[in-house]
Structures are given as C-alpha cells and as structure tokens.
C-alpha cells in the first residue's frame, strides 16, 4: 500500500529559527495536506495544495507541492513557541482509487520543540 | 462558528462493556470519518460514511461498528472494548470525497 516518508521524526530548536520538515511518497498524490496536532486535540488543517508545483503561505508557514507530486515540504518562519506540537503531512487519494477515493495516507508526524 | 463536534472529550469504560462514541457536525458535510490514533503514531482510518453509504476500511475489526442516523451526527460503537482499544478517537468531515477533511476535538478512550 501507500507510504509517505516524513522526515524529521522530531526536531528541537531555538525560537526565532526557522523550520523545514518534509514528506515524500513511491505514489502520486493529487492533494497534499499539513495538519498539525497539539497534545489531546484533533488535527487541524494548516494548508492544502491542490497543485503540482503549487506554493501556498499561511501567515508563517509556507508549504509546496512538489512537481512530480510525490512529495511536499512544510516550512515554518520565525519559530516562536505555540509552534510546538506534531505536525502531519497527508497526501489524498484521487478519484482513481474507487471505494477509497478521499482517504488519507497520513506521514508518521514530526514532533517540533521549540525552546524559548 | 461551523464546526465538528465530538463527545464526551474523555470516556472511561471496563473490560467487555459497550460503548459508544458521538460525533456531530455543523458544515453539512456529505462525508463523515472515523479514526483511531494510538500514542506517537498517524491516525487510521476504520470507516467512513458518505451520505448513507458505509465503507469500512478491510482491517477494521468487527468490533468496531458505526451508525449515521441523520447528516449531522454519526456514532462509533465499540461493543466489547479491550485493552488494546484504548486510543483517541477522531472524527472527521468533507463535503466530498475528494475535498479536505477536517477533524473533531477527538474523544480519548481509556478501557479499565
């Protein structure tokens, strides 16, 4: 089945720096998406990417959809401390997938700490 | 604000005793998902709903049932919870298949 390879596991860091996480996949995606999950909440949905080639910002958080589409990078800017949590790459299932059209295939999460 | 909504936030329950999970929605979402996530690991999907359409995911345990009476509410039922079923559980929605799913609070469920 599909994979997506997230990397890094974990990062720990100074506020203030900047932040690049990534995901790669053997398989096409047509929507790529970056959740991040604070401890006993939910995923929340930072960006979506639609687009091969695709650059999306969202205040300080940038991410890409690579033009093969099998991979996509999160940066964040400027660390500062509500940062910290996990963050989630997903790639979506296309229309092409028949009864699991739509599913996500979740990457494994990168854990940032982020240091005052 | 339209949202998804799961409860109770916390649900303790024994060894072997049913129990049952709610999810409600407020964004008239076709689509309504069901996930596990266990400690340090992704989500999983176990089914989802699209309309009244059940698809259950092939290595969701029989265990594991649901129930979508109207658009807006969808229910997880764990008829004898064990050990192992101990986890959070995460609802979802989209307004179609292929669009952006977006998730509840999650419910953490603690089997004694």
């Known amino acids: 089945g599909q994979q997506l390879n997230q990397s890094p596991q974990s990062m720990f860091i100074q506020e203030g720096e900047d932040v690049s996480m990534n995901c790669t996949s053997s398989?096409?995606?047509?929507?790529w998406l970056w959740y991040k999950q604070d401890p006993g909440e939910g995923p929340v949905l930072l960006i979506a990417?639609?687009?091969?080639?695709e650059l999306t910002s969202n205040g300080r958080l940038t991410a890409q959809f690579g033009i093969t589409r099998k991979d996509s990078f999160l940066n964040i800017s400027a660390s500062i401390p509500s940062d910290v949590g996990i963050y989630f790459c997903a790639g979506q299932l296309g229309l092409n997938y028949g009864g699991s059209q739509g599913n996500l295939i979740f990457g494994k999460g990168t854990k940032l700490s982020v240091k005052p | 604000d339209a949202m998804v909504i799961q409860n109770p936030r916390y649900q303790v329950t024994q060894f072997g005793k049913p129990v049952t999970l709610s999810c409600s929605q407020t964004l008239n979402h076709n689509v309504m998902y069901w996930y596990q996530q266990k400690s340090s690991q992704a989500p999983k999907l176990l089914f989802h709903?699209?309309?009244?359409?059940?698809?259950n995911e092939a290595d969701t345990p029989d265990n594991f049932q649901s129930r979508r009476p109207n658009t807006s509410f969808c229910f997880l039922d764990i008829r004898s919870p064990g050990l192992g079923d101990a986890a959070m559980y995460l609802c979802?929605?989209?307004?179609?298949?292929?669009?952006?799913?977006?998730f509840g609070p999650g419910t953490r469920l603690l089997v004694l």
């Open positions: 709903y699209y309309d009244k359409d059940f698809n």
């Open positions: 990417l639609y687009k091969a080639g």
């Open positions: 398989s096409i995606f047509n929507t």
């Open positions: 979802a929605t989209s307004r179609a298949k292929v669009e952006t799913q977006y």
